[in-house]
């Protein structure tokens, strides 16, 4: 029971086999991305690899070598018999004698060579092939000639040295037979007796024929003998192609691997969603595939696989939030257009699922945003922020999302963008969130400044939108960092790549004379009201009312953008211009420009200024109203329907609105 108690369960042993086998699957899946990633390192490393194993087989010094095929035969001296079997050879000795410092040296005596027998030993190699009694000796030497006649030196040396050994010592038995048949007939002189003498003389007679024999055995003594004879080689032994290429490949490809780990180590920027959980523990909300974003993301269709990853999207943080009325911060960890993309698709998103959704456009340097919407250039949150405007005014409303506004950039980012930071963006925000389900803020990388920090104060969660490979590790954790100081959680990252360039966008409309504020429509003081002045901006024709029929190709083609209509004369100066004759055609009437245009309002003027205007134009006079009435059609300029750039040219005092 206790062996029990402490085993491990099965159910538990197979979960932790499962988290290792994913674990390791996981680490494969990694290498192989980096090296997909870092193929053109493990490439260049392979070719430099070849390219050395080709320079080293030019440049190293030619090696030739030539074989001589020696069969040896059994001597005397192979178990101290004369039996001649073959398997009294020992072959593996015999090796080892060809080598030789005695064969070396008879080798450099019939050569005449320089080499000392050492450096001739040394260049010897023996293969002894199995089951057989051949000897293949090997020579490498500097030059062709040198190394067949080396050969076929050394396996004469090797015979004539196995020969001499042998000879020797049937020469030492016979030298003992010698000796003992002297010391017998010196007996034999001194033996009296007949049988003794005898006996010593049929000694005598077999020591004689046994020394006979080995006279013979003397004479007829053979080492072996040479089967195949050294050949001039026809091409270097080493270095060789067939050698030196592969080696060289191996090597470089293992070089390059170990190259391609540490760069990619090293590397400081994003590739991968992948490396975002496993370096900076920061969960991945969407990943849009690269091949998706290689043309260029926009407003993407409802129904498309990157677009179903935003509304899940929506859905995590409609869950997450929980009821209430919240502001989404999105922003960049890097400079670029993918936090425009990013809250232009999520605020379309929350607009779909039925919420009431803005979108505030607080990156001033952008309008990316807002040409998704298809949103035409206006007043916007620069105006408001500079106090021209009220935030009302300036809210687009879009008939693809009924749901879904906006509040563009606006005319006047360049003066407003000190404004992000103030007290007059908190106000704006908490107005906004008293009225709208989700407030999504495009704001600015946090590479680029304070003013995503300040923006993430008055938000409750921030996404973190991070495109590869721009962004940086580094990049990523400070501007993680900075927003979880200002107390808004950071939900996690939403990964695309790099949108730089990739971004359909209309073609740059002319720019205004002057950078001026925009003027306010006066209202009269009766009903009925005039109608908006916006009017034919909430009107006009959006790309969302296109979603539908749109692909995942690019975002859709933006329909004409349409300007609302000329604002009537607020001051007493306007006025007069009505009463004045048409010109003829062709001729261009000369108007002298506004007096606010040309003076100017302050950006810190106090809103009470405006409302003393709208009262002193308030009492305007019947006659006045009359006269507006019967004003000639061709007397009131009509602003032109695209603000083109060769009435802007013919009128450089004329400000269109």
């Excluded at 030019?58 to 070598?65: A, E, F, G, H, R």
């Excluded at 004409?560 to 004759?581: G, K, Q, W």
Aim: glycine share 8%; with cysteine.
């Amino acid at each position: 029971m206790l062996w029990r108690s402490h085993r491990p369960s099965a159910k538990g042993s197979r979960s932790q086999m499962d988290a290792t086998a994913t674990g390791g699957s996981r680490e494969l899946a990694e290498y192989l991305a980096m090296l997909k990633r870092r193929w053109w390192v493990v490439a260049a490393a392979a070719a430099l690899g070849v390219a050395l194993a080709a320079m080293l087989v030019v440049v190293m010094p030619k090696t030739y070598s030539a074989f001589t095929v020696v069969n040896a035969t059994p001597t005397s001296l192979d178990s101290g018999s004369q039996s001649g079997r073959q398997q009294d050879i020992n072959l593996q000795t015999e090796a080892q004698r060809v080598r030789s410092y005695s064969v070396a040296e008879r080798v450099a005596r019939s050569l005449g060579t320089k080499a000392t027998p050492g450096e001739l030993s040394a260049s010897v190699s023996v293969n002894v092939p199995n089951n057989s009694t051949v000897l293949y000796i090997t020579v490498e030497a500097s030059t062709a000639d040198g190394a067949r006649s080396r050969a076929h030196a050394f396996a004469q040396a090797y015979l004539d040295d196995r020969r001499d050994s042998a000879t020797n010592v049937l020469m030492g038995q016979m030298s003992a037979l010698e000796r003992q048949i002297n010391s017998l007939s010196k007996q034999l002189r001194t033996m009296a007796d007949k049988v003794q003498k005898n006996l010593v003389v049929a000694q005598m007679q077999a020591l004689n024929n046994k020394a006979s024999d080995l006279r013979v055995l003397a004479a007829n003594v053979s080492p072996g003998q040479i089967i195949t004879d050294a050949r001039l080689p026809s091409s270097p032994s080493d270095p060789t192609l067939m050698k030196y290429l592969p080696s060289g490949l191996v090597g470089g490809l293992l070089l390059g691997v170990v190259l391609a780990i540490l760069l990619d180590r090293t590397d400081k920027r994003v590739r991968t969603a992948q490396d975002i959980e496993r370096v900076l523990d920061l969960p991945v909300l969407v990943d849009v595939p690269a091949k998706r974003g290689r043309e260029g993301l926009g407003l993407l269709p409802a129904r498309s696989r990157t677009g179903q990853s935003f509304h899940e999207l929506s859905h995590v943080l409609t869950a997450t939030l929980g009821h209430g009325n919240h502001v989404l911060l999105v922003t960049g960890a890097a400079p670029g257009r993918g936090g425009s993309l990013v809250a232009a698709n999520l605020a379309a998103a929350l607009a779909r699922t039925g919420s009431d959704v803005l979108l505030v456009c607080a990156d001033l340097n952008s309008s990316v945003a807002g040409e998704l919407l298809g949103l035409p250039e206006g007043p916007g949150l620069s105006e408001v922020l500079l106090g021209w405007a009220e935030a009302r005014e300036v809210i687009r409303k879009n008939h693809g999302a009924p749901t879904l506004s906006a509040i563009t950039v606006g005319a006047n980012g360049e003066l407003a963008a000190e404004l992000l930071q103030r007290e007059q963006m908190t106000k704006l925000i908490g107005s906004l969130r008293e009225n709208y389900r989700f407030t999504v803020i495009e704001a600015p990388s946090t590479e680029l400044g304070a003013d995503a920090q300040a923006l993430a104060d008055l938000s409750d969660a921030a996404l973190m939108v991070v495109e590869i490979p721009l962004a940086r590790y580094a990049q990523i954790r400070d501007g993680v960092r900075r927003i979880d100081r200002m107390g808004a959680a950071v939900m996690g990252a939403v990964v695309l790549p790099a949108q730089d360039d990739k971004v359909f966008s209309a073609p740059p409309r002319p720019s205004l004379p002057a950078r001026t504020p925009p003027p306010l429509r006066e209202r009269p003081a009766t009903p009925p009201a005039p109608p908006s002045k916006y009017q034919a901006i909430e009107e006009a024709p959006t790309v969302l009312d296109m979603v539908a029929v749109s692909d995942e190709d690019g975002p859709p083609r933006k329909g004409r953008r349409h300007r609302p209509e000329p604002l009537p004369p607020a001051s007493t100066e306007d006025s007069v211009r009505t009463n004045e004759t048409p010109l003829p055609p062709g001729q261009d009437r000369q108007v002298a420009p506004d007096r606010s245009v040309v003076q100017g309002r302050s950006p810190g003027r106090s809103r009470s200024a405006g409302h003393a205007r709208s009262a002193e134009a308030a009492p305007r006079t019947e006659g006045t109203h009359r006269a507006d009435a019967a004003r000639p059609a061709d007397s009131a300029r009509q602003a032109p329907a695209d603000n083109s750039s060769e009435e802007t040219a013919a009128h450089p005092k004329v400000t269109w609105t």
